[in-house]
């Protein structure tokens, strides 16, 4: 899997996260797409492990790719998929006491 790590102007921290196989590609369903064509899924290649640690700070977790989103369901963080031209895609808040 690929990880990215983001910061928003407000100093929110944002993991881009995707299965390697699907980086650069493009896909659309009706009015729906997801564009990983764009560095913003364009991280560095991950373990699970690593990715575990990179979670503990994140406020926000886009996911994309069966094997990111099965991470996330082990580490019971997603209810809500939605799939999009037979892929599926999360987004997660994660709340922090701050």
């Known amino acids: 899997m690929l990880a990215k790590i983001h910061k928003n102007v407000e ?3 944002i993991l ?8 650069r590609k493009k896909f659309v369903e009706g009015d729906l797409q997801i ?8 991280g560095e290649e ?4 690593e990715i575990k640690e ?4 994140v406020h926000v977790i ?4 069966e094997k990111s989103i ?8 997603v209810e809500n ?4 031209a037979g892929v599926p895609h999360a987004e997660v808040i994660l709340v922090k006491d701050e």
């Open 11 to 13: 100093g929110r921290i």
């Open 70 to 77: 099965e991470l996330l369901k082990k580490l019971d963080l």
């Open 35 to 42: 564009d990983l064509t764009s560095e913003f899924y364009q």
């Open 46 to 49: 991950k373990t699970e492990d």
């Open 54 to 57: 990179m979670i503990k700070p």
């Open 81 to 84: 998929i939605i799939t999009i």
């Open 62 to 65: 886009n996911a994309v790719g």
């Open 16 to 23: 881009a996260l995707c299965d390697t196989e699907l980086i």
